[in-house]
T-cell receptor
Framework: EDQVTQSPEALRLQEGESSSLNCSYT??????LFWYRQDPGKGPEFLFT???AGEEKEKERLKATLTKKESFLHITAPKPEDSATYLC??????????????FGKGMKLTVNP | NAGVTQTPKFQVLKTGQSMTLQCAQD?????MSWYRQDPGMGLRLIHY???????DQGEVPNGYNVSRSTTEDFPLRLLSAAPSQTSVYFC????????????FGSGTQLSVL
C-alpha cells in the first residue's frame, strides 16, 4: 500500500532554532513530491515541488530536499510567522491507474518568540 | 484575485439532510477536485473533474455526488448527511491534475449531528 509518513507530528521551536521536518514514503511510481503550508482555518498553500533525488528548492527560510525514500523540509532560523501545519504530498503514477496524490497527515510547527 | 471560492464557511446539518457545498474558480482551470480533511488523517480525495462534463471518483466517494456543467463551478452534494461526514471540506483546482500544484479554497467546516 502506498504510504506517506510525516514526522514528527508536532514540533515546538524557539525563534531562531533551526530544525528539519521529514516526509518518508513507500510508494511505487513516484512522479513528484509536493510541500504545502496550511494556516489555521485556511486551505493549504503550495510551497515546493521536487521531482528527482538530489533536487533542492529554497524559499526564504525554507529549503526542501529529496532522496529516493524521503524528503526534508529544513527551516533555518525560524520566526513565529513560520508557525503552521506543513503537509507533504506524493504524486503517483500507478500501473494501470490514473495519476493521484497521496497526502501525509501533516506536521504542526509552533515557533515561540 | 479571487482564486478558489468556497461557500458556506460553516454548516451544521442534521442526519439525513441534504446540502450542496459550492466551489468556484476564476483561473480557467480545467482540473477541479474535492478533498476532506479529518483529524489525524491526510487530505483524502472525494471526487475530481478534468473538465466540464467529466467527473470521476476519488478515494472516498460514497455519500457524495458531483457535477461539472461549467469550467468555473464544481459543487459537491451530500445526498443524506451522516455523522461520519463531519469534516472540513476543501475544493482545489489547477490546469491539468495531479502533476501540478493545487490551488485550494479556504474550506467548509461541516458538522452533522
Amino acid at each position: 500500500e502506498d504510504q506517506v509518513t510525516q514526522s514528527p507530528e508536532a514540533l515546538r521551536l524557539q525563534e531562531g532554532e533551526s530544525s528539519s521536518l521529514n516526509c518518508s514514503y513507500t510508494v511505487s511510481g513516484l512522479r513528484g513530491l509536493f510541500w504545502y503550508r496550511q494556516d489555521p482555518g485556511k486551505g493549504p498553500e503550495f510551497l515546493f515541488t521536487l521531482y528527482s533525488a538530489g533536487e533542492e528548492k529554497e524559499k526564504e527560510r525554507l529549503k526542501a530536499t529529496l532522496t529516493k525514500k524521503e524528503s526534508f523540509l529544513h527551516i533555518t532560523a525560524p520566526k513565529p510567522e513560520d508557525s503552521a501545519t506543513y503537509l507533504c504530498a506524493v504524486q503517483l503514477s500507478p500501473q494501470g491507474g490514473s495519476e493521484k496524490l497521496v497526502f501525509g497527515k501533516g506536521m504542526k510547527l509552533t515557533v515561540n518568540p | 484575485n479571487a482564486g478558489v471560492t468556497q461557500t458556506p464557511k460553516f454548516q451544521v446539518l442534521k442526519t439525513g439532510q441534504s446540502m450542496t457545498l459550492q466551489c468556484a474558480q476564476d483561473m480557467n482551470h480545467e482540473y477541479m477536485s474535492w478533498y476532506r480533511q479529518d483529524p489525524g488523517m491526510g487530505l483524502r480525495l472525494i471526487h475530481y473533474s478534468v473538465g466540464a462534463g467529466i467527473t470521476d471518483q476519488g478515494e472516498v466517494p460514497n455519500g457524495y455526488n458531483v457535477s461539472r456543467s461549467t469550467t468555473e463551478d464544481f459543487p459537491l452534494r451530500l445526498l443524506s448527511a451522516a455523522p461520519s461526514q463531519t469534516s472540513v471540506y476543501f475544493c482545489a483546482s489547477n490546469r491539468q491534475g495531479a502533476g501540478e500544484k493545487l490551488f485550494f479554497g479556504s474550506g467548509t467546516q461541516l458538522s452533522v449531528l
